[in-house]
């Protein structure tokens, strides 16, 4: 087997150049840590000869994000992406503070949504957008694009990026041993089954998708997910002008028992699409339903590329281990009823590389599970109320049509439209007004009673 060309890893590993192991000093006293303090590894050994060395497993924007903060913050970054072209079935939207927070360039943003319209099982349309103001919209983005995008800006930053497939990891022997990653590196060669590889590191970054090897090497557990569906269409550009600015999202049975179908626009085509956890083998069915919901609006189109992928449902029971880290889809975070992935990906990939920059003392330390738990501590803190009110959402307005159709009808009125919008813009639970929310409550018990009569009447039919 081979070994990838790097700096020596001196005192940590077996250098490339020699045939033994250096051995570390560890301190005399125990090691004495910090709760919820992010320097607690302060007390493990410096790092000498080199800088703390990290592999993160996977390009997308959660691999991408955290090896540009990697390396930005001194340490030695390795990126392994199977595939550079990939292009992940992805309703693409992105909220409006990604695109200030990750510094993104508008001509990756193929389309700027401004308005959507919410299409109820008895097709009743609500359009929403109303209280955006002027600069406001959600960003429609081709993950490729994107993905690609964040990639060579980590390159740019400094990181190594190898185009190879992570296969498995050797645990440290001891505290401070190196982990031992395995791969099949590229050589862009079509058909090529690749070069197996190894290299060792201090630290791994686990940001490889809902199939995560990564997170089948710590034992991280399963989770429910959701199997996603998406035909592009090229569609006539006559019709192509009422998309511009418009997304579409469709709920009913008929699209989906417990998600949505979608409509979403891109650069020259749209994104046609629908998911499920609980009726996967029927996704085919699912996907020609919300293409017949949306025929007058794409007839004419030319389907020009199939995809489908899993999709998590709920974060994973283990997201770390020793010095390994779960984030994005590895981890779990996309959320329940909007299946939002992109943001949360990109953003606990910088987080969990925030925290390994902070804890090695940009990267001259050993860092420790407590330096990544830190990562786990702030993402909780900070995002669990969101994912909690989109669970309950999810399980209120999804479980059936006529639920379904009071969720349309809550979506029509403003003050619903700013709070959704507020807090999916900016991702924060938006405290609201209290007389506004008393109101939004006496609807929302009141769409719920009428649906509740209209399921009673459609099970006498």
Same mark, same amino acid.
């Given at each position: 087997?081979?070994?990838?060309?790097?700096?020596?890893?001196?005192?940590?590993?077996?250098?490339?150049?020699?045939?033994?192991?250096?051995?570390?000093?560890?301190?005399?006293?125990?090691?004495?840590?910090?709760?919820?303090?992010?320097?607690?590894?302060?007390?493990?050994?410096?790092?000498?000869?080199?800088?703390?060395?990290?592999?993160?497993?996977? =390009?997308?924007?959660?691999?991408?994000?955290?090896?540009?903060?990697?390396?930005?913050?001194?340490?030695?970054?390795?990126?392994?992406?199977?595939?550079?072209?990939?292009?992940?079935?992805?309703?693409?939207?992105?909220?409006?503070?990604?695109?200030?927070?990750?510094? /993104?360039?508008?001509?990756?943003?193929?389309?700027?949504?401004?308005?959507?319209?919410?299409?109820?099982?008895?097709?009743?349309?609500?359009?929403?957008?109303?209280?955006?103001?002027?600069?406001?919209?959600?960003?429609?983005?081709?993950?490729?694009?994107?993905?690609?995008?964040?990639?060579?800006?980590?390159?740019?930053?400094?990181?190594?990026?190898?185009?190879?497939?992570?296969?498995?990891?050797?645990?440290?022997?001891?505290?401070?041993?190196? &982990?031992?990653?395995?791969?099949?590196?590229?050589?862009?060669?079509?058909?090529?089954?690749?070069?197996?590889?190894?290299?060792?590191?201090?630290?791994?970054?686990?940001?490889?998708?809902?199939?995560?090897?990564?997170? @089948?090497?710590?034992?991280?557990?399963?989770?429910? &997910?959701?199997?996603?569906?998406?035909?592009?269409? @090229?569609?006539?550009?006559?019709?192509?002008?009422?998309?511009?600015?418009?997304?579409?999202?469709?709920?009913?049975?008929?699209?989906?028992?417990?998600?949505? =179908?979608?409509?979403?626009?891109?650069?020259?085509?749209?994104?046609?699409?629908?998911?499920?956890?609980?009726?996967?083998?029927?996704? *085919?069915?699912?996907?020609?339903?919300?293409?017949?919901?949306?025929?007058?609006?794409?007839?004419?189109?030319?389907?020009?590329?199939?995809?489908?992928?899993?999709?998590?449902?709920?974060?994973?029971?283990?997201?770390?281990?020793?010095?390994?880290?779960?984030?994005?889809?590895?981890?779990?975070?996309?959320?329940?009823?909007?299946?939002? =992935?992109?943001?949360?990906?990109?953003?606990?990939?910088?987080?969990?590389?925030?925290?390994?920059?902070?804890?090695?003392?940009?990267?001259?330390?050993?860092?420790?599970?407590?330096?990544?738990?830190?990562?786990?501590?702030?993402?909780?803190?900070?995002?669990?109320?969101?994912? *909690?009110?989109?669970?309950?959402?999810?399980?209120?307005? &999804?479980?059936?049509?006529?639920?379904?159709?009071?969720?349309?009808?809550?979506?029509?009125?403003?003050?619903?439209?700013?709070?959704?919008?507020?807090?999916?813009? &900016?991702?924060?639970?938006?405290?609201?007004?209290?007389?506004?929310?008393?109101?939004?409550?006496?609807?929302?018990?009141?769409? /719920?009673?009428?649906?509740?009569?209209?399921?009673?009447?459609?099970?006498?039919?």
């Amino acid at each position: 087997m081979a070994s990838i060309t790097l700096k020596s890893f001196i005192g940590l590993r077996q250098s490339s150049l020699e045939n033994h192991h250096s051995t570390i000093t560890l301190p005399s006293k125990p090691l004495q840590y910090l709760r919820h303090n992010i320097i607690a590894s302060k007390s493990s050994p410096k790092i000498t000869g080199r800088n703390l060395r990290v592999a993160v497993i996977g =390009g997308g924007p959660a691999g991408g994000a955290a090896a540009e903060t990697l390396a930005k913050g001194g340490i030695e970054t390795i990126l392994i992406e199977r595939k550079m072209d990939n292009a992940k079935p992805c309703g693409g939207a992105i909220p409006l503070c990604m695109v200030g927070e990750f510094d /993104l360039p508008l001509d990756i943003i193929d389309r700027r949504v401004t308005k959507m319209k919410m299409i109820s099982p008895s097709n009743v349309a609500v359009d929403i957008g109303r209280t955006l103001k002027p600069h406001e919209y959600i960003g429609m983005v081709r993950r490729e694009v994107l993905d690609a995008y964040l990639r060579d800006r980590a390159r740019d930053a400094g990181a190594t990026i190898v185009n190879g497939l992570f296969v498995k990891m050797d645990k440290p022997i001891d505290k401070y041993a190196p &982990y031992v990653v395995h791969y099949n590196a590229y050589d862009g060669k079509a058909g090529s089954t690749g070069t197996k590889m190894t290299m060792e590191v201090d630290a791994i970054i686990g940001a490889d998708g809902a199939n995560s090897r990564v997170a @089948k090497s710590i034992d991280a557990g399963d989770y429910e &997910y959701a199997i996603a569906f998406q035909e592009r269409i @090229k569609i006539p550009d006559d019709k192509m002008v009422y998309y511009e600015n418009l997304a579409e999202m469709y709920v009913g049975d008929d699209v989906s028992p417990d998600f949505y =179908g979608w409509v979403f626009p891109k650069c020259d085509h749209v994104a046609v699409g629908t998911g499920t956890v609980t009726h996967k083998p029927d996704i *085919k069915k699912f996907q020609l339903a919300t293409r017949l919901r949306a025929r007058d609006k794409i007839q004419g189109g030319k389907i020009i590329r199939v995809e489908a992928h899993p999709i998590p449902e709920h974060p994973r029971p283990r997201r770390l281990s020793n010095r390994v880290a779960l984030v994005g889809d590895a981890a779990g975070y996309v959320t329940k009823c909007s299946g939002e =992935g992109i943001y949360f990906a990109a953003k606990s990939g910088r987080m969990c590389a925030e925290a390994i920059v902070a804890g090695s003392e940009n990267g001259t330390r050993m860092v420790d599970e407590s330096d990544l738990r830190n990562y786990l501590q702030k993402w909780d803190k900070t995002y669990w109320p969101t994912y *909690k009110v989109l669970d309950i959402l999810q399980k209120v307005f &999804y479980r059936s049509n006529p639920a379904r159709e009071a969720f349309v009808e809550m979506c029509a009125d403003e003050y619903v439209q700013k709070m959704t919008f507020d807090s999916y813009l &900016y991702k924060t639970v938006v405290p609201g007004n209290p007389l506004d929310d008393l109101k939004l409550a006496v609807n929302t018990i009141g769409s /719920l009673v009428r649906a509740n009569a209209l399921r009673n009447e459609m099970a006498k039919i």
